[in-house]
């Protein structure tokens, strides 16, 4: 993935993390030392891809605390009455707005159609072949790091 | 003087969203309905008095665009003003919106304000005569934090 490309795509998912989920994201350019990416551990793994004009799919992998906080943040629900089918519609729409937003620059002229996101849990996930590969973009947040990885052509 | 609305998006979590924004909003609500796609959209008005529909673009089975225009092409619900709320924001697909007769767009992310906002326009322009009963405090209420 080019530098421009990432660095458009962490301008356009800054905004809408912070307009709707009150998160904010720093760009990680490696996992910081501290991170145990070769731990398994619960995640949110949210799909969407696109075609027409510009042809592409990226998948979000959200850690767990993260998915759970921007769906209590944006349903404005308690901690214990969360369930995992809104932390995964949750996951779908940001995707969907991500991504959405994301092309409403890389194809101004609308010549792509998004198709329906999908999410699932991941039980035992370990990102370590993500947090290594050229596709992946990474951002630290205050629940964790969110793993992006994606092709636009 | 309440406003029956319909709300049209596949995510669960947009339509509670949105139907707390509209609550926030002020508008005073009669009844609110929710689809999970156009063609349930359509069920719903059929069978319901709608005043103001707020959909998405990019629903499985049928999408916004195919909602709009089932119901511009129907004499009985035409006279219903419809708002999109989407992600779709290109240019190409505003204009086709436009011609179809869209009355609103809503680009996500989106502010509660912006929502406020379009809808307090698109309710003056339909029923201006029932927007004139509505409390002037409802209508100032600027505050519409989550």
Known sequence: ?153 | MAFNILVADDSETMRTVIKKTVEMSGVPIGEFHEAANGKEALAILESNWIDVILSDINMPEMGGMELLKAVSANEDLNRIPLIFITTESSDARMDEAKKLGVAGYVKKPFQPEIIKSILYDVLEKAYEHRMVDMPADENDDDDMDF
């Not at chain 1, 731990?39 to 959200?62: H, M, Q, R, T, V």
């Not at chain 1, 089918?85 to 969907?96: K, P």
């Not at chain 1, 050229?134 to 052509?153: P, Q």
């Open chain 1, 1 to 153: 993935m080019d530098e421009s490309l990432r660095q458009v795509i962490f301008e356009t998912f800054s905004d809408v993390f912070e307009k709707m989920f009150f998160t904010f994201l720093e760009p990680l350019s490696a996992v910081p030392a501290s991170e145990q990416v070769g731990d398994a551990g619960k995640f949110i793994l949210a799909e969407i891809s696109y075609s027409g004009g510009n042809n592409g799919n990226f998948c979000f992998y959200f850690p767990w605390e993260l998915a759970k906080n921007i769906t209590i943040n944006f349903l404005g629900v308690e901690d214990e009455d969360v369930k995992l089918s809104q932390i995964a519609d949750t996951a779908a729409e940001t995707a969907n707005m991500a991504i959405g937003s994301l092309l409403g620059k890389l194809d101004p002229k609308g010549q792509s159609s998004l198709a329906i996101p999908k999410a699932r849990e991941l039980v035992d996930f370990a990102p370590v072949s993500l947090s290594a590969d050229a596709e992946t973009c990474m951002f630290n947040t205050e629940f964790g790091i969110l793993y992006v990885k994606g092709r636009h052509e």
